[in-house]
C-alpha cells in the first residue's frame, strides 16, 4: 500500500478502488483453511509511466500497484501480471488467457460491450501536446491538417478516426506506429509530426523524464476527463 500513496496525485481514488474491489476478492485467509486459490492473470503492456512501467526486471507503477493491494489479502485469488503487446492485451482478454487488464484504460462503448469495467482508479484528463514555438494549434479546433501519431485501438486514435469521419474537407494526418509513448513523445519533440493527445499525467512524466521542455500542454475542455479503470474479460463478474 506504500508504493500506492507515493503517487499522491492518483492515491485517493485508487484506495478508494482498492476498497470496493478488495471485498469481493475475499478477506483474510482464515486458519485451516484449503491453500487452492484461483490465479488472476492481468494483461499490460507495461507503459506508461506513472501507471505502469518496469523497475529492475519486474513491473510497477500506479496501476499495478493498486491491483496488488486489491488482491493482498485474499483468501481466494492470486494475482499475476503478464507483459505482452497492446493488441495482445485484448486477444488475451478474448481468449480467456487473462481475467484482467490494467493499461491506463478509459471508457469507450465499444469496450464495454465487449468486456467488464471494474471500479474507476485515477481521474486522468486529456491534453493536447505540441512544440511550444508552434502557435498554429491552440486546441482541437486547429488540427485539421495536421499530423500525429497513434496506436491502433487506442482511445486517442478511435477520438481521431471519430474527428476525420466527421471532418472529411480537412482530416487531422494519422499516423500508426507501434511505438511506445516515450518514443511518440521524443518524435513530437523532434519536429516528425505536429501534436499528440494523451492524459495529463502521462504527458507530464514522460516531458519531465526525458527533458523534453520545447514541448507545451494545451488542456483541453472538461467533458473529455477520462477516468482509468482495470478491464475484465466476459465472465469475470466476481472481481467486478
Known amino acids: 500500500m506504500k508504493k500506492i500513496v507515493k503517487y499522491s496525485s492518483l492515491a485517493a481514488l485508487g484506495l478508494v478502488a482498492a476498497g470496493v474491489l478488495a471485498a469481493c476478492s475475499g478477506g483474510a485467509k482464515k ?5 487452492s486459490k ?11 509511466r506513472p501507471f505502469i ?3 529492475n526486471g519486474e513491473l510497477t507503477g500506479y496501476e499495478i500497484e493498486v491491483v496488488r493491494a486489491i488482491f493482498k489479502d485474499s483468501d481466494k485469488y492470486d494475482v499475476k501480471f ?3 503487446e497492446w493488441s495482445g492485451v485484448f486477444a488475451g482478454l478474448d481468449a480467456d488467457r487473462y481475467n484482467m487488464a490494467v493499461n491506463n484504460l478509459s471508457y469507450t462503448k465499444e469496450r464495454a460491450e465487449k468486456y467488464l469495467y471494474a471500479a474507476p482508479i485515477a481521474q486522468n484528463p486529456n491534453v493536447l501536446v505540441v512544440k511550444k514555438d508552434d502557435s498554429s494549434i491552440k486546441s482541437l479546433d486547429d488540427i485539421g491538417g495536421k ?6 485501438a487506442t482511445t ?8 476525420n469521419a466527421e471532418h472529411t474537407d480537412n482530416p487531422t494526418i494519422l499516423n500508426y506506429t507501434k511505438a511506445d509513448f516515450q518514443q511518440i513523445m521524443v518524435r513530437l519533440s523532434d519536429g516528425q509530426f505536429d501534436y499528440k493527445i494523451f492524459d495529463k499525467i502521462g504527458v507530464e512524466t514522460v516531458i519531465k523524464n526525458q527533458g523534453l521542455d520545447n ?6 475542455p472538461s467533458d473529455q476527463q477520462p477516468y482509468v479503470y482495470p478491464l475484465l474479460a466476459q465472465g469475470q463478474d466476481e472481481l467486478k
Open 82 to 84: 503478464e507483459k505482452t
Open 156 to 163: 486517442s486514435a478511435k477520438q481521431l478516426e471519430a474527428y
Open 215 to 220: 514541448l507545451k500542454v494545451i488542456e483541453l
Open 53 to 55: 512501467y518496469e523497475e
Open 147 to 152: 499530423s500525429t501519431e497513434v496506436v491502433q
Open 31 to 35: 486458519e485451516g483453511e484449503a491453500a
Open 38 to 48: 484461483k490465479e488472476i492473470i492481468v494483461a499490460t503492456n507495461g507503459s506508461p
